[in-house]
């Protein structure tokens, strides 16, 4: 069984994409209309057991995305495991400090073996998005990381979010894109004249058999 202090995971983003949205219909199964922006942090402890039997806790940091915090949110990276990106696909600004700022400051600030993930939130505003599904895909391959599009509001994609995080943790082999064909096997079809087996070429979206199942939680607000 994975010790609780082993798989912190730290939320960070834009202020106002929805991270303590997500966060609190995960834990909580709720949502908030006008959540007040989150003051420095916030905490939440979840442990989990998967159908297979494994157990894992997660401590999961919620962080503050306003300016005047961004010093402070450095102390959160130490000893993560994982780090969610957080953007708002209605706000073209928060996709670009998703891609730049926030990249940036976790390779400056943990491991190189911290497991990656990023979440378009605020997917149920489909028709006014002003970033593409591609893209997010996009800015997720070209840093190992998963992708999910979610929706706080109407609790789409972020189960699977946790879950690719979760399967991660337990197993550094899981393939968040199992569908994508190696390089190799790209260079094998360029000599046989550009045929490709179809699929190679899909992008179906990652669905895991085993179910995590709440079993405990616990929230803080640190202020």
């Known amino acids: ?19 303590t949205c997500i966060l609190d219909r ?15 942090a916030q905490f939440c402890r979840k442990n989990f057991k998967l159908s297979d039997g494994r157990s894992i806790t997660l401590d999961i940091w919620d962080t503050a995305g306003q300016e005047k915090f961004r010093s402070l949110n450095r102390i959160f990276y130490k ?22 700022y926030w990249r940036n400051q976790i390779t400056q600030n943990c491991d190189s073996d911290i497991v990656i993930a990023i979440a378009g939130n ?28 979610t929706s706080a ?33 790209n260079k094998k079809d360029q000599r046989n004249g550009g045929t490709q087996n179809k699929k190679d070429n899909t992008r179906d979206s990652i669905k895991l058999d085993g179910k995590i199942k709440k079993k405990k939680k616990k929230c803080f607000k640190i202020f």
């Open 79 to 100: 000893n993560a495991r994982a780090v969610i990106i957080v953007y708002d696909i209605t706000s073209r600004k928060s996709f670009e400090e998703a891609k730049d």
């Open 26 to 40: 995960y834990i909580n199964k709720n949502f908030t209309e006008g959540q007040l922006p989150t003051l420095a």
């Open 153 to 185: 509001k109407n609790d789409s994609g972020i189960d699977n979010l946790f879950e690719n995080i979760c399967q991660k943790l337990l197993n550094p082999d899981f393939d968040f894109w199992p569908n994508e064909p190696k390089k190799n096997e």
């Open 122 to 149: 605020k997917c149920d505003l489909y028709e006014e998005k002003e970033v593409s599904d591609e893209e997010g895909e996009e800015l997720a391959k070209s840093i190992c990381a998963c992708f999910s599009l």
């Open 1 to 19: 069984m994975e010790n609780p202090g082993e798989n912190k995971v730290v939320i960070v983003g834009e202020s106002g994409v929805g991270k």
